[in-house]
């Protein structure tokens, strides 16, 4: 049956408490923070009716005059007690294989704190208000991903950064919310007056999470132009932007760069926003940002005597999307890209067309953003989104850095912000 009874008319309920009308439209779930709906988007209200849909779905109508149906087997399935869902862990218990498929509600309460549903074997499930409407799928009511990157903010040669003060972000975590913040904002950021030390410039990276090992180095590593690795950041040589480690199957997250010692002239660094970048490619000719989204890419690491590295698939696009559609990582270094010889004749003159359009923009002048990072001054930028590379020197040049996995920098954003109260309407 697909229609919605009316609340009078349940079916196959055996037990409905009524709560007065006003409590749903003026009451907020108590199971969660008060001021929640102001700090992140989706959180929903107390619903104004309750009640069974059909012998399959219960039905919420909203303050909003929408409404929203659940699958009975996927309440069951997602019950949050302590014997399905773990309080500490926020791992699922339930074996979701011994439900009934064809499971249905013994009762349905609906309290000041949330549904309440009682199943046939007595096991009864409590779901807060907010935490319905923000998971409702049917339709979807939340106006955006809670968990979603967020929105980026783009920029060229005239980026306007204000640093971050080193004791604010080693003492406070206000400090760090800060930093992380604007790396999230404009996949780049930096910390003024740190101590030029290799030790110290750890302390401040692992405030963000561990570090990433590669065969460079077990974390932080540290170098001059003396070619300790068969690479070309180990010279004197210019760098033209660039991601590091498109040669991996998962590119570091982040990085960071602190400038220890420095005696001779040239040097400076330069960093594009490469999100930027696309989206100047896709007006200037949506057939090149096609192409450049499309072609399988192989790249490699193959200097040391003893790496042979390639990533697993062994070939990636330039500009990688999401199943939504939406650039989320850039992997470009023209240097490390492998022989091209999986490409027809025109599959080559479409690449390599869309290619020079995406160096022009990429090496415009409007789009560079240059900074001799002094030491004591640390930046640290999203590898994924914005490419760097530096001018030639001469002269000795210290410079020590890390890498950080994606994953756990965007973990460490997500909890700096947000509560334990979030944690559970979000998951």
Same mark, same amino acid.
Request: net charge neutral; charged share 20%.
């Given at each position: 049956?697909?229609?919605?009874?009316?609340?009078?008319?349940?079916?196959?309920?055996?037990?409905?408490?009524?709560?007065?009308?006003?409590?749903?439209?003026?009451?907020?779930?108590?199971?969660?923070?008060?001021?929640?709906?102001?700090?992140?988007?989706?959180?929903?209200?107390?619903?104004?009716?309750?009640?069974?849909?059909?012998?399959?779905?219960?039905?919420?109508?909203?303050?909003?005059?929408?409404?929203?149906?659940?699958?009975?087997?996927?309440?069951?399935?997602?019950?949050?007690?302590?014997?399905?869902?773990? #309080?500490?862990?926020?791992?699922?218990?339930?074996?979701?294989?011994?439900?009934?498929?064809?499971?249905?509600?013994?009762?349905?309460?609906?309290?000041?704190?949330?549904?309440?549903?009682?199943?046939?074997?007595?096991?009864?499930?409590?779901?807060?208000?907010?935490?319905?409407?923000?998971?409702?799928?049917?339709?979807?009511?939340?106006?955006?991903?809670?968990?979603?990157?967020?929105?980026?903010?783009?920029?060229?040669?005239?980026?306007?950064?204000? #640093?971050?003060?080193?004791?604010?972000?080693?003492?406070?975590?206000?400090?760090?919310?800060?930093?992380?913040?604007?790396?999230?904002?404009?996949?780049?950021?930096?910390?003024?007056?740190?101590?030029?030390?290799?030790?110290?410039?750890?302390?401040?990276?692992?405030?963000?999470?561990?570090?990433?090992?590669?065969?460079?180095?077990?974390?932080?590593?540290?170098?001059?132009?003396?070619?300790?690795?068969?690479?070309?950041?180990?010279?004197?040589?210019?760098?033209?932007?660039?991601?590091?480690?498109?040669?991996?199957?998962?590119?570091?997250?982040?990085?960071?760069?602190?400038?220890?010692?420095?005696?001779?002239?040239?040097?400076?660094?330069?960093?594009?926003?490469?999100?930027?970048?696309?989206?100047?490619?896709?007006?200037?000719? #949506?057939?090149?940002?096609?192409?450049?989204?499309?072609?399988?890419?192989?790249?490699?690491?193959?200097?040391?005597?003893?790496?042979?590295?390639?990533?697993?698939?062994?070939?990636?696009?330039?500009?990688?999307?999401?199943?939504?559609?939406?650039?989320?990582?850039?992997?470009?270094?023209?240097?490390?890209?492998?022989?091209?010889?999986?490409?027809?004749?025109?599959?080559?003159?479409?690449?390599?067309?869309?290619?020079?359009?995406?160096?022009?923009?990429?090496?415009?002048?409007?789009?560079?953003?240059?900074?001799?990072?002094?030491?004591?001054?640390?930046?640290?930028?999203?590898?994924?989104?914005?490419?760097?590379?530096?001018?030639?020197?001469?002269?000795?040049?210290?410079?020590?850095?890390?890498?950080?996995?994606?994953?756990?920098?965007?973990?460490?954003?997500?909890?700096?912000?947000?509560?334990?109260?979030?944690?559970?309407?979000?998951?």
């Amino acid at each position: 049956m697909s229609r919605i009874l009316n609340l009078h008319t349940f079916c196959k309920i055996t037990r409905v408490t009524k709560i007065p009308q006003a409590l749903f439209s003026t009451s907020v779930s108590r199971l969660h923070k008060p001021n929640a709906r102001k700090q992140l988007q989706g959180t929903g209200a107390v619903p104004q009716r309750a009640g069974l849909a059909n012998d399959k779905q219960v039905f919420l109508d909203w303050n909003s005059r929408e409404t929203s149906i659940y699958n009975h087997f996927w309440l069951r399935d997602h019950c949050r007690c302590k014997q399905c869902y773990h #309080p500490i862990t926020r791992q699922r218990l339930i074996n979701t294989f011994s439900i009934p498929r064809d499971i249905q509600p013994a009762a349905i309460d609906s309290t000041e704190n949330g549904l309440v549903v009682t199943w046939p074997d007595g096991h009864r499930s409590t779901y807060a208000w907010d935490w319905l409407y923000t998971h409702s799928y049917s339709p979807v009511l939340r106006t955006s991903e809670p968990l979603a990157n967020k929105k980026p903010k783009l920029w060229d040669a005239e980026l306007k950064s204000t #640093p971050v003060d080193y004791e604010a972000v080693m003492q406070t975590n206000e400090g760090l919310r800060q930093w992380i913040d604007q790396l999230e904002t404009y996949g780049i950021a930096f910390v003024e007056g740190v101590p030029t030390t290799i030790e110290d410039t750890e302390k401040l990276a692992r405030r963000v999470c561990f570090l990433r090992e590669t065969h460079y180095s077990q974390g932080m590593w540290s170098f001059t132009a003396d070619l300790a690795h068969a690479d070309t950041a180990y010279t004197q040589l210019a760098l033209g932007a660039h991601t590091d480690n498109t040669y991996f199957t998962e590119p570091a997250g982040l990085q960071m760069f602190h400038k220890l010692e420095f005696k001779g002239q040239g040097g400076d660094s330069l960093f594009v926003d490469g999100f930027s970048i696309a989206k100047q490619l896709k007006a200037l000719s #949506p057939n090149a940002y096609r192409t450049l989204s499309s072609t399988l890419v192989p790249t490699h690491s193959a200097g040391d005597e003893n790496v042979l590295i390639v990533p697993t698939p062994r070939a990636n696009p330039i500009l990688n999307h999401g199943p939504d559609g939406e650039l989320f990582q850039i992997r470009y270094n023209n240097d490390d890209r492998s022989t091209l010889d999986h490409l027809s004749s025109t599959q080559l003159d479409e690449f390599y067309d869309a290619l020079f359009l995406w160096h022009n923009l990429l090496t415009s002048k409007k789009n560079e953003y240059w900074d001799s990072l002094p030491p004591g001054r640390v930046v640290i930028f999203d590898n994924w989104r914005v490419l760097h590379g530096r001018s030639a020197f001469t002269g000795h040049r210290r410079i020590c850095g890390a890498y950080f996995p994606w994953d756990d920098y965007k973990s460490r954003a997500r909890t700096i912000r947000m509560s334990s109260e979030d944690k559970d309407r979000l998951l």
